[in-house]
């Protein structure tokens, strides 16, 4: 600690909170819409909107609609957004192989909005969830999540992203050794410029039910995701994995989900000082909303708040699904 402050009446604590311009002054913190990463759900068809029911405000978006949302992004000065697609049930098979199909829902998404809206970067989830007839982010053989096979299925899509123009791929599948592994294939094939977004702490958190509900998940889950994300009451574990993805090729790591572990936003920003992010999750996004929508809280007031105390904690940045709301208040 610095020097103790004077004791009362020399120093009054209260005296730089007088008036908004003092505050401002003495503000430590603050929140833009460039601190913002803006998670969308994109479904097949024409000029829909397909509202989740969970997520009170957020819809599944066709491709159409989705360029058009990444150019209202990047309009309110967002700089990128994260795609997650709906697949539909025939296409989830045990193989898992539409994922790295080079005309998937999402490589097709990708190259719609390269082309439209240049300026906002594109990041991509890199898991086999969606297009897995199990639910589960790895192959399942004989019961079992396998990890190394299902790397090399990782491999597989990350490429494909890269090659329809991602410029951020996000693994969020907590296999072990995939962050060197697709580093070490995007170098090869030339995509030297692709950044590495690690979901480095992923928690086996039940915070991620809405989004289970928005890319249609939560029905195929066979069993959860306990051998494979991090148990919650783990903290020392985070730093662990933080510093081997980095080690692996990783340019920015990510903690989530976000309100319930800024304790370990936190222990990794001041560990590592590396670009930190974090992933205010769907159910961090339904309790809020929730709230709002029964007048119980003031939904604006505590997006902010909520938002704010992720920079406090020590992230560059969040993913957030308040990302364009957010954005429009701020711009005031
Ligand atoms: C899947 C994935 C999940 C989320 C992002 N990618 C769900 C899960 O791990 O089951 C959750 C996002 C959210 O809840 O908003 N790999």
Redesign the pocket.
Known sequence: MPNPPAPYPASRPRRPRKTAARRAMVRENTLCAGDFIW?VFVQEGDDTATPIASMPGVARLTIDRLVEAAREAAGLGIPAICL?PYIEQDLKTEDCADAWSADNLVNRAIRAIKAAVPQIEIMT?V?L?PYNINGH?GFVVDGQIVNDETVEALVKMALAQAEAGADIIGP??MMDGRIGAIRTALEAAGHRDVMIMSYAA?YASA??G???DAVG?SGALRGD?NTY?MDPANSDEALRLVARDLAEGADMVMVKPGMAYLDICRRVKDEFAAPTFA?Q???EYAMLTGAAERGWLDGDKVMLESLMAFKRAGCDGILTYFAPAAARLLAG
Do not use: T
């Open positions: 998670p997650f989830d898991a969830d982010d969020s599948d992923k915070f991620y809405p989004f289970r998940a995701k994300q992933y999750v769907s159910g």
